[in-house]
C-alpha cells in the first residue's frame, strides 16, 4: 500500500535522522562527512536487504505497466497543495498586510520579502542548531555564552534541525523558513489522510486541510507558520493519528514516543487519546493494558532522556 507506506518511512526517517544527530552530537563528531557517509551506509544496507528478499523479482515488465497505468491521481490533494504553499510561500517571501514594526507601530506592507525567522522560539532554536553545527556538540549551551551550561529540554528538536540544516546545506538563518513552509504543508496533510482514512470525502478532507492555516495566529498562539518544537511534536502526534486510523498499534506507540521526545507538553493530547483509542477498541483486556502499559513506560522514558543532564551532571567541558 502506497499510500499508508508514506507514513510508515515518514516515521522511521524521522527517528532516524533524530538518532543519528544525537548520537553524532553526544560524541562530538557531527559533520557533514561523518553524517552523509551514515546515511550512505544505511541506505545500501536497505538496497540489500530489498535485493535479498527478492522485491519485485517476479514481475515482469508487462506487469509494471500495469501497475503504472492503474495509479489514480487524487487531484484534489494536489489543488491542496498548491494553495498549502502559495498561502505559506507568501508568508515569507511575498507577504502584503499588516505588520508590528520593531518601535510598536501597526503598518501595512506590500510584496514583503523576508527570508528570517519571525517567532523568538525559531530564533533560539538556530542559535542552538548553529552552534551544534559549529562545535559538533549538543545543544546543552546557551548559544549567546558558550562556556556556560544551559538544561535544554528540546534538544531533540534542535539536534534534529541541526542535521537537516548540515545535510541539505541550508543556512540556518534563512533556511529555517524554507523547513517552516515544509513542515506546515505537511501537518495540513497529514489532515487530509486522517480523515480520508476515517471515510470522509475528499471535497471535505480537502476544504479541512485548507482551514488548518486559518488557525489563530498570536504571541502566544503559534500556528503553522513557524518551525519550532512545537511544530515536529504536532506532526508525530498527526501521524499517531493516522496509525490509529489504519489500526497500525506498534506504531501508534512509536509515534507518540516521538511526539513527547520533541515536545513533551503535547503529553496532554497524547495520553487522552491513546488511552481512549485503546479502551474503546475491539480488542481483549489483556491487549489493551499491555498497549497502554507501553505508553507510560515510553513516557517514562521520555521523561528520564530529557532529565539526562540533569540527574547525570553537566555537558562535557561545564561546569
Not at 470525502?201 to 476544504?207: A, E, L, N, W
Request: charged share 15%.
Amino acid at each position: 500500500d502506497r499510500k499508508r507506506g508514506f507514513f510508515y518511512i515518514l516515521s522511521f526517517i524521522i527517528f532516524f535522522q533524530l538518532f543519528v544527530a544525537i548520537i553524532t552530537q553526544f560524541f562530538g563528531i557531527f559533520n557533514y562527512f561523518v553524517i552523509i557517509s551514515v546515511n550512505i551506509v544505511f541506505c545500501i544496507i536497505i538496497l540489500v536487504k530489498f535485493r535479498n528478499n527478492n522485491f519485485g523479482a517476479n514481475e515482469n515488465q508487462g506487469n509494471i505497466d500495469n501497475k503504472f497505468k492503474q495509479i489514480k491521481i487524487d487531484w484534489v490533494f494536489v489543488f491542496v497543495l498548491i494553495v498549502l504553499f502559495i498561502e505559506l510561500y507568501s508568508v515569507h517571501y511575498n507577504y502584503s498586510g499588516k505588520l508590528v514594526d520593531i518601535n510598536q507601530y501597526i503598518k501595512e506592507v506590500k510584496g514583503m520579502n523576508y527570508a528570517y525567522p519571525y517567532y523568538s522560539d525559531e530564533w533560539s532554536a538556530l542559535s542552538f542548531a548553529k552552534y551544534s553545527i559549529e562545535t559538533g556538540k549538543l545543544g546543552f549551551v546557551n548559544p549567546l555564552w558558550h562556556e556556560f551550561y544551559f538544561p535544554n529540554p528540546e534538544f531533540a528538536f534542535h539536534s534534529f534541525i541541526s542535521e537537516i540544516f548540515l545535510i541539505l546545506d541550508l543556512n540556518p538563518l534563512t533556511g529555517i523558513s524554507i523547513l517552516a513552509i515544509f513542515s506546515g504543508i505537511l501537518i495540513c496533510s497529514l489532515v487530509y489522510f486522517i480523515l480520508r482514512f476515517n471515510e470522509i470525502g475528499r471535497f471535505g478532507s480537502g476544504v479541512s486541510a485548507l482551514s488548518v492555516p486559518y488557525i489563530v495566529n498570536g504571541a502566544n498562539l503559534p500556528s503553522i507558520w513557524y518551525l519550532m518544537p512545537l511544530t515536529l511534536g504536532i506532526i508525530c502526534f498527526l501521524l499517531s493519528l493516522v496509525f490509529m486510523s489504519i489500526r497500525s498499534f506498534k506504531m501508534v506507540i512509536f509515534t507518540s514516543f516521538l511526539t513527547l521526545l520533541f515536545y513533551p507538553p503535547l503529553f496532554v493530547l497524547s495520553v487522552f487519546s491513546l488511552s481512549f483509542y485503546f479502551i474503546f477498541l475491539d480488542l481483549s483486556k489483556k491487549e489493551k493494558i499491555k498497549y497502554i502499559s507501553a505508553y507510560f513506560i515510553i513516557c517514562i522514558i521520555v521523561a528520564l532522556i530529557i532529565s539526562f543532564k540533569l540527574i547525570f551532571g553537566s555537558y562535557k567541558g561545564f561546569d
